[in-house]
Nanobody
Framework: QVQLVESGGGLVQPGGSLRLSCAASRTTFSINVMAWYRQAPGKQRELVAV???????NYADSVKGRFTISRDNAKNTVYLQMNSLKSDDTAVYYCKAVYRNVAYWGQGTQVTVSS
């Protein structure tokens, strides 16, 4: 099993930045895929960014050039650096890990972009 705990959410003004963290209970070196999703009110959960064990990354078109996903295997943590935030980025952000073909989710952290 893998437990995931997200942190770093909050209220930020448009154009601002936040860094989300996802701490895993198991070494992230052993987790093939880690990703960030988000869910806005009344909308389906959507993939934001993904990073695989080899270090390759992929992003939703809506966040390309603004968000960066990274992983620190020494700290068992995955990060999502979010820059140039827009009101459309407001959502609950969830961390996901795929370990031995089983998906695990964190509890989510709220990000609100508003002036």
């Amino acid at each position: 099993q893998v437990q995931l705990v997200e942190s770093g959410g909050g209220l930020v003004q448009p154009g601002g930045s936040l860094r989300l963290s996802c701490a895993a209970s198991r070494t992230t070196f052993s987790i093939n895929v880690m990703a960030w999703y988000r869910q806005a009110p009344g909308k389906q959960r959507e993939l934001v960014a993904v990073i695989i064990s080899g270090g390759n990354t992929n992003y939703a078109d809506s966040v390309k050039g603004r968000f960066t996903i990274s992983r620190d295997n020494a700290k068992n943590t995955v990060y999502l650096q979010m820059n140039s935030l827009k009101s459309d980025d407001t959502a609950v952000y969830y961390c996901k890990a795929v370990y031995r073909n089983v998906a695990y989710w964190g509890q989510g952290t709220q990000v609100t972009v508003s002036s």
